[in-house]
């Protein structure tokens, strides 16, 4: 069975799909079967993965609605080596129309369940919105990886975030707990960055991954070469980081 991890922060901008992509590559490169599932109309992670979102016969979108199903609708990114449910603008009509669809909140979970026993791990990349799609994630997760940017504002909106898991957690999915906190663009030169991830160690102690992801502008520039940055260049420091969160998230299900 597949281990199902949402990446999410309500927050826009802060490497939910750099974070997304690279580990699906990661774990590719550790030998995981991999699904990336996109669930952002903004299609960042299927074009980072190196698929067109303009040209997709089916997306997320017919997959939660129930007009196609993740076997048909996936694909493979050649370069990352792992699977992909792709996205594109479409599935902002997903937000609406799943309102009257029976079990809205739970179309991504049972989607899911088809190819369960074909993925060592699925990864869900989320919009950054506490919206119907984000929901729909979080009940088809085991857990949520959290990535955040050590800087002063850092932890203003994680308590939102936080009681909306607790919420799923009590009425939707008993099986969802937060992962981790990664910390994400880090600049070690910068005091403010040394003291926030201080104080997120202080605070969420064994919550917060030991893996660091360093700013890397190699990382920023993979997605425009439709390629992972884990596989763009693999010697970047960038690079390094995700392979090393991959190996940290392996050892972390072995745990679980
Ligand atoms: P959204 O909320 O819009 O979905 P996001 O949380 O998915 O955004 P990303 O798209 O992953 O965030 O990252 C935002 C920007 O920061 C992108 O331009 C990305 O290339 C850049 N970025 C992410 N991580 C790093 C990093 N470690 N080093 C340098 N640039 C990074
Ligand atoms: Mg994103």
């Known amino acids: ?16 799909t750099t974070t997304t992509v690279n580990l699906a590559a990661g774990l590719a490169i550790l030998k995981q079967r991999v699904l990336l599932v996109d669930l952002d109309p903004q299609g960042n992670a299927t074009m980072g993965a190196g698929i067109n979102k303009a040209e997709l016969t089916a997306s997320t979108y017919e997959v939660l609605v129930g007009m196609s199903d993740v ?6 990114s050649q370069a990352g080596q792992f699977d992909v449910l792709p996205s594109n603008r479409e599935l902002a009509g997903a937000e609406v129309e799943m309102v009257d669809l029976e079990r809205r909140e739970r179309r991504l979970k ?8 074909q993925y060592d791990f699925i990864l869900i990349d989320c919009p950054p919105a506490l919206s119907m799609l984000t929901l729909n994630g979080l009940c088809a997760a085991h857990g949520v990886i959290i990535p955040m940017q050590c ?7 994680l308590s939102d975030l936080v009681n909306t898991i607790k919420k799923v957690h009590a009425n ?11 910390r994400v663009m880090f600049d070690p030169r910068m005091t403010l960055s040394q003291q926030v991830s201080a104080q997120l ?14 700013r890397n502008v190699r990382l920023a520039e993979a997605p425009s070469y439709g390629m992972p940055g884990v596989n763009f260049d693999a ?3 960038g690079a390094q980081a995700y ?12 745990a679980m």
């Open 235 to 237: 010697a970047s420091k």
């Open 151 to 157: 800087e002063y504002y850092a932890l203003e909106g």
């Open 71 to 76: 076997v048909t609708a996936r694909q493979t």
């Open 172 to 182: 939707l999915n008993q099986d969802l707990k937060i992962i981790g906190l990664l």
């Open 1 to 16: 069975m597949a281990k199902i991890f949402c990446v999410a922060n309500q927050k826009g901008g802060v490497g939910k």
């Open 110 to 117: 049972d989607a899911l369940a088809l190819v369960d026993e």
């Open 201 to 214: 160690e202080q605070h969420f102690g064994d919550k917060v991954f030991k893996t660091i992801i360093p």
């Open 243 to 254: 392979i090393a969160f991959g190996a940290e998230m392996v050892e972390r299900i072995s």
